[in-house]
């Protein structure tokens, strides 16, 4: 009987073990499978080691290249990159020890192994079968890169190689401009290196509203990294000093290649197929708004089931999904309420409707926007470039996106983001009274700006 249990998760990623988690607060039995370290992707080659180092890149550019203009006399400032990438996995391993306590104190049985979907109702784990009316998928996602150009781990690298390294090229050319790209693209450049960033479509974060993508092209041009939009790469060759990466109309050389043009999911050899299970044409698992499958008792939450692929989303579905099994009513995932967060230098926070997608939805919409520069503390930060923008519904007033650029926009975000949850109009967010000086100005400027009544501008 020990391997019976309520509900099994099959991986154990920000998404499956917060799921586990919350069927654990609500009464049921659970397990949860993993092959690897429990953490997944966020935590080990993801979210935190990439800020980790994005901290330390931060601060070396900000004495090494800025001190002197907050009065600080800071010749000679240099680096150490072994023990920047200490740092990145003492916190790692930190924050990993925490996640294997909450499976103790949450007494969630996990199982160390490379598991499968073995019929209804069961998952083969090594040598155990366990055996649940409810299992969960959460088994995430990895890089994917371009035809003809593979990863070797050392030209050519993946985020998990480019997270992971010991050492720092003097130059790098990095093909996409999602949020892994203009991630890295700041790190690299803030330690000095040469950057060149390439992307396909014709703007930088393409998934974001116009004007950020413009305001972040300036900010990244004028930091000294070499951005080229509408480029087509068509092939990269390994040399013995670097890389050669090919254009349609030129070529460009660089110690190495970072392919950051987004991730595939996990979805074959773990027995979904066989289940069943519906995939969509990339191999993400089709679920509804509570992360059910199309095969009753089976549920995929995180990256393996699509939408935005981002940790703190496959936590939302993960309790969502938990919820759900326990027989709860809870109000199904929507995607329009999932903050975005790009830790890019300037940094991108949004969430909602861009004004182009409110409109091309029916919207009459109404914009607020209130710049960087006229609040006291992005000057006091040094960081004056950037803005807030609020869309909103024109008759009803109703919150429909927020977005915004600059120094602690990922912070900032959270605020227009909980007036969405509760369906709040832009008027509202105006009448909260934001701390001054704080950076969360700049959003209540912003939400006044769309009844034209913003005040310090
Ligand atoms: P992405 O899909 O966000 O961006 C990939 C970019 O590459 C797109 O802009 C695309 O147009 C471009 N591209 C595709 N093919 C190309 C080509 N041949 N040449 C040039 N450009 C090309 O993917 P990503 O940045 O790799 O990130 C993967 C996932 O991980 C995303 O869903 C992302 O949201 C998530 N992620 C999030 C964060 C964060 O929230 N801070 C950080 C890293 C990754």
Known sequence: MADEFDVVVLGGGFGGYTAAIRASQLGLRAALVESSKLGGTCLHLGCIPTKALLESSALYHRLHDRGAEFGIRAEGVTFDFERI??????????????????????????????????????????????????????????????????????RIVSSDHAVLANRLPASVVI???????????????????????????????????????????????????????????????????????????????????????????????????????????QGFVQVDGWMRTTVPGIWAVGDVAGGFLLAH?????????????????????EQNLVTRCTFSSPEIGSVGLTETQARARGHRVKVGRFPLQAIGKALIHGEPAGFAKLVADEETGQLLGAHVVGVQATELIAEPALARLFQGDAWEVGRNIHPHPTMSEVIGEAALAVDGAAINV
């Open 85 to 154: 990438a200490r740092r990145r996995d003492g916190i790692v391993d930190q924050l990993w020890r925490g996640v294997q306590g909450l499976m103790r104190k949450n007494r969630i049985e996990v199982v160390q192994a490379c598991g499968q979907l073995a019929g209804p109702g069961a998952i083969r784990a090594g040598e155990r079968t366990l055996r649940a009316p409810a299992v969960i998928i959460a088994t995430g996602s990895e890089p994917r890169s371009l035809p003809g150009i593979e990863f070797d781990g050392q």
């Open 175 to 281: 093909v996409g401009a999602g949020a892994v790209g203009v991630e890295f693209a700041t790190f690299y450049r803030q330690m000095g290196s040469r950057v060149t960033l390439l992307e396909a479509l014709d703007r930088l974060v393409p998934l974001e509203d116009e004007e950020v993508s413009q305001l972040l092209l300036q900010s990244f041009r004028r930091a000294g990294i070499e951005c080229r939009v509408e480029a087509r790469v068509k092939g990269a060759r390994v040399g013995d000093n670097g890389v050669t990466v090919e254009l349609e109309d030129a070529q460009l050389e660089a110690e190495q290649l970072l392919v950051a043009v987004g991730r595939a999911p996990r979805s074959s050899g773990i027995g979904l197929e066989e289940a069943g299970v519906a995939t969509d044409r």
């Open 313 to 333: 989303a496959a936590a939302h579905e993960g309790i969502t999904a938990a919820e759900d099994i326990a027989g709860h009513r809870v109000q199904p995932v």
